[in-house]
């Protein structure tokens, strides 16, 4: 009944904004605080280019995430992870590195590595479903091993850590019901905060959510969780509040790529123009052909593209015929 107010409430606030075109729903959380938002890291489309492009077009976000640094026993990073975490491309942004490794010695050194960049915090991922990596018993694949997952963290914290350390997880390998020994390992830990994906590996990127795990992370008082899992719109946010109305914090990934302006649209700012959305595709595009190529870039855009278009065929066929740039743009807004 309570929870069925609230929801109204923050609807209608929601509404009454939207019919000037504006979205005055601010993200206030029951204490009164405003949430937090994360851009979630997303390896292949979330670099530089399109962070800083992103802050100075749209905002709105606190805190960008990077895609992680897979570490190795010889500590040598890629050169894109390397340029990934470098100061100069980050400039005037707030952001995350992320690591993905089951070794506390590995990660302490990256630690290290990280500190001496001068960041202060720094991410452990316990999400990656890819085979490839899970195989190894690395990213969501650690789930799977309850007793290896606390023994690995006993170890990483019984050291000095150089920075804070956050962890981003989903609820289980297998079923959600690994959640609650999962959440019970996490709680133990000084974690700066905790991401919680709430799926499982196996539920990869489809549209089961588990936002009950969320809940009960909060009940438990785990420290400072964030809500990530399929967040598109303001009016998914506002559900989110209403549901859990002690909810610090959000990650949202594609939801920002599909609506750049979300996050600003949820601080109160306006929804994207046309031109506000034309002009990001093309700095983007510019970027990226600067950096990589033509066709790379073109191929990232058209990747980009995909999350607007879904469920509409005809101008998935459109982006898809689209040469350049320009084509990409008419298809994916309907502009002559
Ligand atoms: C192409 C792609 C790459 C991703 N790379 C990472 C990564 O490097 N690190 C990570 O923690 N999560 C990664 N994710 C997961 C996202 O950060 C996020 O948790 C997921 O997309 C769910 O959030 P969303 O529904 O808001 O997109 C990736 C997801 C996708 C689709």
Same mark, same amino acid.
């Given at each position: 009944?309570?929870?069925?107010?609230?929801?109204?409430?923050?609807?209608?606030?929601?509404?009454?904004?939207?019919?000037?075109?504006?979205?005055?729903?601010?993200?206030?959380?029951?204490?009164?605080?405003?949430?937090?938002?994360?851009?979630?890291?997303?390896?292949?489309?979330?670099?530089?280019?399109?962070?800083?492009?992103?802050?100075?077009?749209?905002?709105?976000?606190?805190?960008?995430?990077?895609?992680?640094?897979?570490?190795?026993?010889?500590?040598?990073?890629?050169?894109?992870?390397?340029?990934?975490?470098?100061?100069?491309?980050?400039?005037?942004?707030?952001?995350?590195?992320?690591?993905?490794?089951?070794?506390?010695?590995?990660?302490?050194?990256?630690?290290?590595?990280?500190?001496?960049?001068?960041?202060?915090?720094?991410?452990?991922?316990?999400?990656?479903?890819?085979?490839?990596?899970?195989?190894?018993?690395?990213?969501?694949?650690?789930?799977?091993?309850?007793?290896?997952?606390?023994?690995?963290?006993?170890?990483?914290?019984?050291?000095?850590? !150089?920075?804070?350390?956050?962890?981003?997880?989903?609820?289980?390998?297998?079923?959600?019901?690994?959640?609650?020994?999962?959440?019970?390992?996490?709680?133990?830990? !000084?974690?700066?905060?905790?991401?919680?994906?709430?799926?499982?590996?196996?539920?990869?990127?489809?549209?089961?959510?588990?936002?009950?795990?969320?809940?009960?992370?909060?009940?438990?008082?785990?420290?400072?969780?964030?809500?990530?899992?399929?967040?598109?719109?303001?009016?998914?946010?506002?559900?989110?509040?209403?549901?859990? !109305?002690?909810?610090?914090?959000?990650?949202?990934?594609?939801?920002?790529?599909?609506?750049?302006?979300?996050?600003?649209?949820?601080?109160?700012?306006?929804?994207?123009?046309?031109?506000?959305?034309?002009?990001?595709?093309?700095?983007?595009?510019?970027?990226?052909?600067?950096?990589?190529?033509?066709?790379?870039?073109?191929?990232?855009?058209?990747?980009?593209?995909?999350?607007?278009?879904?469920?509409?065929?005809?101008?998935?066929?459109?982006?898809?015929?689209?040469?350049?740039?320009?084509?990409?743009?008419?298809?994916?807004?309907?502009?002559?």
């Amino acid at each position: 009944m309570r929870e069925n107010a609230e929801f109204n409430i923050v609807l209608w606030y929601y509404i009454s904004g939207r019919i000037n075109g504006r979205s005055q729903m601010r993200m206030r959380n029951r204490t009164g605080m405003e949430m937090k938002i994360y851009f979630a890291p997303m390896e292949g489309m979330t670099d530089g280019i399109l962070r800083s492009v992103h802050q100075k077009m749209f905002g709105g976000v606190d805190v960008y995430c990077l895609p992680f640094h897979k570490l190795t026993q010889t500590m040598s990073l890629l050169t894109r992870e390397k340029r990934d975490i470098d100061p100069e491309e980050n400039k005037g942004l707030n952001v995350l590195p992320q690591a993905l490794t089951r070794d506390p010695e590995q990660l302490q050194t990256w630690l290290e590595y990280v500190k001496g960049l001068g960041y202060a915090c720094a991410d452990l991922n316990l999400g990656c479903p890819s085979a490839t990596v899970t195989k190894r018993g690395r990213g969501s694949g650690m789930l799977r091993d309850p007793d290896f997952l606390e023994s690995f963290l006993d170890s990483v914290f019984s050291r000095t850590l !150089p920075v804070g350390l956050s962890v981003k997880t989903r609820i289980g390998y297998e079923q959600p019901e690994e959640w609650g020994r999962i959440l019970d390992i996490l709680a133990k830990y !000084p974690f700066d905060h905790v991401t919680i994906h709430v799926r499982t590996m196996k539920e990869l990127y489809t549209e089961t959510l588990h936002p009950e795990a969320f809940e009960e992370a909060v009940r438990k008082g785990i420290s400072h969780p964030v809500y990530n899992g399929s967040l598109r719109t303001a009016e998914d946010v506002a559900a989110l509040q209403a549901r859990c !109305p002690e909810t610090e914090a959000v990650m949202i990934g594609r939801g920002l790529l599909a609506n750049p302006a979300l996050a600003r649209q949820l601080r109160g700012g306006e929804e994207a123009s046309k031109e506000e959305l034309a002009a990001w595709y093309s700095a983007l595009y510019d970027g990226w052909e600067q950096r990589f190529d033509p066709v790379t870039a073109l191929g990232r855009i058209k990747k980009l593209m995909e999350w607007p278009s879904e469920g509409d065929i005809r101008r998935k066929r459109l982006l898809k015929r689209a040469k350049d740039i320009d084509g990409c743009i008419r298809a994916i807004l309907n502009k002559e």
